[in-house]
Nanobody
């Protein structure tokens, strides 16, 4: 499975961005898809996952502001980010984990895309 994230950019505090993650390769596999982010000097952290069955789980600090969705027909994952804060500044990564579960750890993911940078300025 190959993943390609896009949609990052510079936005002001309170603004919105939508990230996309196009998948290719073995799209017939059942897998959950997640978004992670990594700010400078910090470890990569979980943001959200949408499972193969459509269940979602969000990190506490993005819940209510971010919305994940997946279009299986287009093999694309989305992350709508609203009410952005300066602390949301990070490189955002999409990832795929084989299986039907909800996965929070980076080690649970089998495939990763290159990141896309989101910068929120005050």
């Amino acid at each position: 499975v190959q993943l390609q994230a896009s949609g990052g950019g510079l936005v002001q505090t309170g603004g919105s961005l939508r990230l996309s993650c196009a998948t290719s390769g073995r799209t017939d596999l059942r897998y959950g898809m997640g978004w992670f982010r990594q700010a400078p000097g910090r470890e990569r952290e979980f943001v959200v996952i949408i499972s193969s069955r459509g269940y979602t789980s969000y990190a506490a600090d993005v819940k209510g502001r971010f919305t994940v969705s997946r279009d299986n027909a287009k093999n694309t994952l989305y992350l709508q980010m609203n009410s952005l804060k300066s602390e949301d500044t990070a490189v955002y990564y999409c990832a795929a984990a084989r299986g039907d579960g909800i996965y929070y750890r980076t080690g649970s993911y089998n495939w990763w895309g290159h990141g896309t940078l989101v910068t929120v300025s005050s």
